[in-house]
């Protein structure tokens, strides 16, 4: 049967596995195959403004200003849910702020830089210089008017600014926050109100760019009481500094926090409200602090990976429907803490599971870790992972003699 032949429904089916090359190929064959095409084909919409050069419209060249590409959206601008913009500021077509309105179901936007799309396409180092864009007229243009789309709930911004947010706007719909301070000025960045938001997130470079910049680290103020509703909040790459809380989010749900140093965890929990379920940090070092008794009445779930010094930060704590505390962690990490005392009656207190961050060549530290090998013989320890040694995996699932009898431990890694 030819292909034009088939239903209408079998062609969408069909375009649906299609990738962009394939749909521009079906969309330039005929006016059938373009009909069926073009849903997948704008339903997520990739656009990088580079100057002179020719714009790209989801992998196709469009030679600039001749008006081709602002037309071909305007046609199929009610299939459009999410746009990723790739550019400069200043490069931005003027005629492209007149498409926002047409996009009427949009859903997600992303606004990145174009360095980190040459990076993306050439799979390049990522050392390329930052600068910072000359005029922010425009990405406030374009924010103050993605403000205004009832459909859009997810934004994602590779830039933080003391101007970005200046002109008075809120985003009433939106429900996920992603910013980045893939670029930055040194400053504060101040989040407008987000009154529907249930999802934040914030990416500070520091541990992966070359940040700060004079001396100037990036920080964003967070006004919890103008995110009512916000439910899960991420960190990473910040230090000291880098976020101020105002506030408390009391429908807060899950934090996450991962490459992070300096921060005071006790002033950074008085903001995260009482009524966390679940906790995870990874690769973080907070500042030292006294063990102070804290109650989290409603946290079920705590997950620390490669930061096992933070396993203190519960030792004092109430945790009366904990049911879930993860540690992943290396051989070595419970003998170099100077605070054990306290971290061996939480470890026999509550039910935990234990994991190996281990390379093969690392195994010989297992027969030196007497502190984790005391860990492991508690009856409320589960070893999960297949970098442990057999002997203990064995011992521990009632398979073998008891660990205090396990033969060597180097002579039995799996």
């Given at each position: 049967?030819?292909?034009?032949?088939?239903?209408?429904?079998?062609?969408?089916?069909?375009?649906?596995?299609?990738?962009?090359?394939?749909?521009?190929?079906?969309?330039?064959?005929?006016?059938?195959?373009?009909?069926?095409?073009?849903?997948?084909?704008?339903?997520?919409?990739?656009?990088?403004?580079?100057?002179?050069?020719?714009?790209?419209?989801?992998?196709?060249?469009?030679?600039?200003?001749?008006?081709?590409?602002?037309?071909?959206?305007?046609?199929?601008?009610?299939?459009?849910?999410?746009?990723?913009?790739?550019?400069?500021?200043?490069?931005?077509?003027?005629?492209?702020?007149?498409?926002?309105?047409?996009?009427?179901?949009?859903?997600?936007?992303?606004?990145?830089?174009?360095?980190?799309?040459?990076?993306?396409?050439?799979?390049?180092?990522?050392?390329?210089?930052?600068?910072?864009?000359?005029?922010?007229?425009?990405?406030?243009?374009?924010?103050?008017?993605?403000?205004?789309?009832?459909?859009?709930?997810?934004?994602s911004v590779d830039f933080m600014s003391p101007r970005t947010w200046m002109l008075p706007m809120s985003f009433k719909h939106l429900r996920n926050l992603q910013l980045s301070c893939i670029e930055h000025e040194p400053g504060l960045c101040v989040l407008p109100d987000l009154p529907?938001?249930?999802?934040?997130?914030?990416?500070?470079?520091?541990?992966?760019?070359?940040?700060?910049?004079?001396?100037?680290?990036?920080?964003?103020?967070?006004?919890?009481?103008?995110?009512?509703?916000?439910?899960?909040?991420?960190?990473?790459?910040?230090?000291?500094?880098?976020?101020?809380?105002?506030?408390?989010?009391?429908?807060?749900?899950?934090?996450?926090?991962?490459?992070?140093?300096?921060?005071?965890?006790?002033?950074?929990?008085?903001?995260?409200?009482?009524?966390?379920?679940?906790?995870?940090?990874?690769?973080?070092?907070?500042?030292?602090?006294?063990?102070?008794?804290i109650e989290y009445p409603s946290l079920r779930s705590v997950r620390i990976l490669d930061s096992t010094s933070n396993i203190l930060l519960f030792c004092e704590a109430e945790l009366p429907c904990l049911n879930d505390f993860t540690i992943r962690l290396h051989p070595e990490d419970?003998?170099?803490?100077?605070?054990?005392?306290?971290?061996?009656?939480?470890?026999?207190?509550?039910?935990?599971t234990l994991s190996l961050d281990c390379p093969r060549d690392t195994r010989a530290f297992l027969d030196r870790t007497d502190r984790l090998l005391q860990v492991v013989r508690l009856p409320n320890i589960r070893l999960e992972g297949n970098h442990w040694p057999r002997a203990w995996?064995?011992?521990?699932?009632?398979?073998?003699?008891?660990?205090?009898?396990?033969?060597?431990?180097?002579?039995?890694?799996?």
């Open positions: 049967m030819p292909l034009l032949s088939l239903p209408t429904e079998i062609l969408f089916l069909v375009t649906q596995k299609l990738d962009h090359l394939e749909l521009w190929n079906a969309y330039d064959t005929c006016r059938v195959l373009r009909s069926v095409s073009a849903p997948p084909l704008f339903r997520a919409v990739n656009i990088v403004f580079d100057g002179n050069d020719p714009l790209i419209l989801n992998s196709r060249r469009f030679r600039p200003f001749e008006g081709s590409l602002i037309g071909t959206l305007k046609q199929w601008a009610t299939h459009v849910r999410a746009v990723e913009i790739w550019g400069d500021e200043d490069s931005l077509q003027a005629e492209f702020f007149d498409l926002l309105p047409l996009f009427d179901r949009l859903e997600a936007f992303r606004h990145a830089f174009l360095p980190d799309y040459r990076n993306k396409l050439l799979r390049a180092n990522r050392d390329y210089s930052i600068s910072y864009p000359p005029d922010l007229e425009s990405f406030q243009q374009l924010l103050a008017q993605l403000a205004t789309v009832p459909s859009m709930t997810t934004l529907s938001l249930d999802t934040l997130a914030l990416n500070f470079c520091c541990y992966c760019l070359d940040c700060p910049r004079g001396g100037n680290r990036p920080s964003t103020k967070i006004r919890f009481d103008s995110l009512p509703h916000l439910a899960c909040f991420s960190v990473s790459g910040a230090q000291e500094g880098s976020i101020i809380c105002c506030g408390q989010a009391r429908q807060l749900r899950r934090f996450e926090i991962s490459f992070s140093s300096g921060l005071e965890w006790a002033t950074l929990l008085q903001s995260l409200g009482s009524n966390l379920e679940a906790i995870e940090i990874s690769s973080c070092e907070f500042a030292e602090e006294p063990l102070l008794p419970l003998d170099s803490l100077t605070s054990w005392p306290p971290l061996w009656r939480f470890l026999r207190e509550y039910p935990i995996s064995l011992a521990k699932a009632g398979n073998s003699p008891a660990l205090d009898r396990a033969p060597s431990v180097t002579s039995c890694c799996i």
